[in-house]
């Protein structure tokens, strides 16, 4: 009889998850509003009228077209103030169209967007705000900083990156740990993962309990292969956000991979234990298959197979559910020794992945244990369709030919 196959072997094979995590769920830039100081000092009144001078002598007429808007923004400030972004945001912009080179009404519609969650509006009246204002002297901080933010709630963090880098160097100020993380989240986002881990340590070291720095920190280890450094940062990060999903996920992941890469047995177990413990919350946060496969991995690592299959049986029930899931869910019953329960779900998983070989292995195994030889030598002959070159399938095939025909 073929001897069995360890499952850690096999699994070291499923133990990298892709790291553009749902925490691009997670990713997705934090909102946090500026408050109604960054707006700067209020607009002036316009000049005060002289009630006691004569009249012009006008002759009524017929108006030709809309009434002319005023420069004066007081009244759209006020509306601001007041939190009626949508009427500010309407007359502010009014002006700005009627008198294109008042800096000061393209500012009050980028704020009045900006809290109105309108970022792409936002950031292109901001931007005409700034542009005016740096032709006609020294720009505005509280423009640049408004600017910026847009940018990265935006998702435009090409645009974003050279204002965030202004607004982290500023020469006598202490850096926002906000703007470190939107500076980094911004580097991270263009490809320059160097400069976006400085920044993320930065706004760590400036807010200790910034979770999504630290989250970030841990998935670019993850991606250089360093698991120690993701391990003990996404600890870091879930300890601060118990309820943080894609925190569990990548850190279940990260248990796995340096289990799977262990030469210490007694190492390896403990992190199997670890992905365990993190893979149950991750469960508990989400029940998705993605996560229950996390999970399942996991419980196989740990040896604690009937744990693994009640895990995987919620995710194999939906008939959409994926070859590897039916895999993990065979080897489980497998390991288990319940090998109907097994061949079923390995035929499962072979009708959704037929060019996994390790399915095959593991089928014909399940074959062989119940005695269904002529299913196994069929099922090896179909693997060396897959793998003509395997030794071991061609071994396989020869040792149940026998059997196969009595």
């Known amino acids: 009889m073929k001897k069995q196959k360890s499952p850690l072997i096999l699994l ?38 002289d009630k006691n001078a004569p009249l012009l002598a006008v002759k009524p007429a017929n108006p030709v077209g809309s009434a ?9 400030f006020q509306l601001f103030q007041q939190k009626q972004y949508a009427a500010a945001a309407k007359e502010a912009k009014e002006i ?3 008198d294109p080179a ?30 005016l204002q740096r032709r006609a002297g020294p720009e505005d901080s509280h423009t640049v900083d408004a600017l910026a933010e847009s940018y990265v709630l935006g998702e435009r963090f090409d645009r974003a990156l050279p204002l965030l880098v202004t607004v982290t160097t500023r020469v006598a100020a202490k850096p926002d740990p906000l703007f470190l993380y939107y500076r980094g989240l911004a580097e991270f986002k263009t490809g320059k993962p160097a ?21 970030f920190l841990g998935q670019i280890a993850l991606t250089r292969n360093d698991l120690d450094t993701a391990i003990s940062t996404l600890n870091r990060a879930t300890l601060n956000d118990p309820r943080l999903a894609s925190g569990w996920l990548l850190l279940t992941s990260a248990y796995l991979r340096r289990a799977a890469s262990a030469t210490d047995e007694q190492k390896s177990n403990a992190d199997y234990l670890g992905a ?39 995710a194999a029930a939906n008939e959409g559910a994926s070859g590897i899931t039916l895999y993990l869910l065979g080897l489980s019953y497998s390991r288990a020794n319940n090998f109907p329960k097994a061949i079923a779900a390995l035929e499962r998983a ?5 060019a996994d070989v390790n399915i095959y292995r593991e089928l014909g195994y399940d074959y062989e244990k ?31 030919r026998p059997f196969a025909k009595s």
Do not use: C
Request: no cysteine.
């Open 68 to 76: 002319p808007v005023s420069s004066d923004t007081t009244h759209a």
């Open 102 to 131: 008042n800096a000061e009404a393209w500012k009050l519609a980028g704020f009045s967007e900006f809290y109105l969650k309108q970022y792409a509006d936002a950031s292109d009246d901001l931007q005409k705000a700034l542009d």
């Open 195 to 215: 400069d976006a881990e400085r920044s993320f340590n930065a706004a760590v070291k400036a807010n200790p309990k910034d979770t999504a720095s630290l989250l």
């Open 96 to 98: 700005a169209v009627s």
């Open 276 to 314: 365990v413990r993190a893979g149950e919350t991750l469960t508990r946060l989400r029940s998705d298959e993605e996560a229950i496969g996390m999970y399942g991995r996991a419980l196989i690592g740990a040896k604690q197979y009937p744990r693994a299959a009640v895990a995987l049986e919620r």
């Open 12 to 49: 070291s094979l499923f133990a990298v998850v892709a790291l553009a995590v749902t925490i691009e769920a997670q990713s997705r830039p934090r909102r946090v509003s500026p408050p109604d100081t960054l707006l700067g000092p209020e607009p002036k009144s316009s000049p005060a009228t």
């Open 370 to 400: 119940t005695k269904q030889y002529a299913k196994a030598f069929g099922l090896y002959q179909k693997a060396l369709e897959v793998a003509p070159n395997d030794a071991d399938f061609k071994e396989s095939q020869e040792r149940v």
């Open 350 to 354: 072979l009708a959704k992945t037929p």
